[in-house]
């Protein structure tokens, strides 16, 4: 990928992030990157393909961060990394995230499968430590997680401290 690419992708992600994809023109984009809207059409031939260029990267960041939790075969340390991961989040991926939030609503981007490894994974985490209903034990701190890491986004780690702390003691960690 070129330096022009890049820095129309991340101009894109930014915008999209915090305005919205419908709400971005790709002027507003071409402006920022400091680029012409040709030079988007040429790379990306349309909006939405610069959209979907950005998925790609959204959804390798959401794989890499589930990777060491999946092969993690410590079942408390299952439980304390899915915790602590949205705390360990660096503040420059933060309009990666906030793109996959708004994703969530758009039917073609939309998958609720894609989270289907984590709460494996929980699930099994919880039936080794012997609690009475693993699954649904694994949905609600995946749940919880998501809450979690939808108000840092908005207001900062800071605000979440107290529920981190909280989800450690309730699971012994």
């Known amino acids: 990928m070129t330096e022009k690419q890049d820095k129309i992708l991340s101009s894109a992600l930014e915008l999209f992030a915090n305005e919205g994809f419908n709400a971005t023109s790709t002027n507003q984009i071409a402006k920022k990157a400091g680029v012409s809207e040709g030079l988007i059409f040429k790379h990306f031939k349309n909006k939405k393909g610069l959209l979907d260029a950005l998925y790609v990267q959204v959804e390798g960041k959401l794989g890499a961060g589930f990777t060491q939790i999946i092969f993690e075969t410590d079942p408390k340390k299952v439980l304390k990394i899915t915790i602590e991961s949205p705390f360990m989040i660096p503040h420059e991926d933060y309009d990666f995230w906030r793109l ?20 494996d994974k929980l699930a099994w985490a919880f039936e080794e430590l012997n609690y009475e209903t693993p699954e649904m034990e694994a ?7 998501e809450t979690i890491m939808v108000a840092i986004l908005r207001q900062g780690k800071e605000s979440q401290l107290a529920y981190k702390d909280f989800l450690l003691k309730k699971y012994e960690l």
Request: glycine content about 0%.
């Open 100 to 119: 996959q939030f708004k994703l969530k609503w758009e039917s073609d981007y939309y998958n609720p499968e894609k989270m289907q490894p984590l709460i």
């Open 139 to 145: 949905k609600l701190l995946e749940q919880m997680i």
